[in-house]
């Protein structure tokens, strides 16, 4: 009988898991997130069974070490996370939705070793950053950059204008291409600031120099 309550104890901590890991889940799902409810809830509740396992499966026996099975929870998750990321359009996607799953195995761990007080402390302190930090204040912002690609014919102070009009310092990928007395410039630049077509258009009806303009939308 005092094994059968043991072992329902143990169920009440993969419960706990999995209640802590949909609530980790479910704000991921609500920002469109890689790994969502079920990839957390799974790694939540997994990875409480095998330190339930690893605390409590091998009894007394003097070979066992019941830091080992929790040892490799950390690194096991930590390949998971790595199929997460990805690089993509010169930027990183995915690497705090990887960190998040990886700290979600901690949280599974704390329930799966019966510290449901941390467990739950853990969980609210991961909502609560991801929620802070998605606060649109310019502080917790990283800035984005538009990227522009841009023809248009030199003639000495050009240059320097479509720099000031940009808001750029330098052109990247730069081809310069010589049709008879002209000489015309094919650069792609980074600004911070983003331009409606309208305001496009009315750049190059201003400037006739400019023959076109455009704007690399991410599809």
């Known amino acids: ?32 997130k890689e790994a969502g409810i079920r990839t957390h809830t799974v790694v939540c509740a997994g990875s409480a069974l095998m330190m339930i396992v690893s605390k ?52 599974g761990m704390a329930a799966g070793a019966g510290l449901y007080i941390i467990a739950s402390g853990a969980t609210l302190i991961l909502i609560g950053v991801q929620c802070l930090f998605h606060i649109r204040c310019k502080f ?22 479509i720099k000031e009009l940009f808001q750029t310092d330098r052109f990247y990928r730069l081809v310069i291409e010589r049709k008879g007395a002209e000489t015309i410039y094919h650069a792609t630049l980074n600004t911070d600031k983003e331009y409606s077509s309208q305001r496009l258009g009315e750049i190059m009806a201003q400037y006739p120099f400019i023959r076109s303009i455009e704007r690399c939308d991410e599809s």
């Open 56 to 107: 409590y499966g091998f009894g007394d026996s003097l070979e066992a070490d019941a830091s080992r099975v929790a040892a490799q929870i950390v690194a096991g998750v930590g390949f998971l996370g790595a199929g997460i990321i990805v690089y993509r359009k010169h930027e990183v996607h995915g690497l705090t939705t990887a960190a998040g799953v990886w700290a979600t195995a901690g949280v």
């Open 140 to 161: 917790f912002q990283t800035k984005r950059y538009f990227q522009i690609k841009i023809c248009f014919v030199s003639d000495g102070s050009a240059n320097d204008l």
């Open 1 to 32: 009988m005092e094994t059968v309550l043991l072992e329902l104890r143990h169920l009440i901590s993969m419960l706990v898991a999995v209640v802590l890991g949909f609530a980790i889940g479910y704000e991921r799902k609500l920002r469109y």
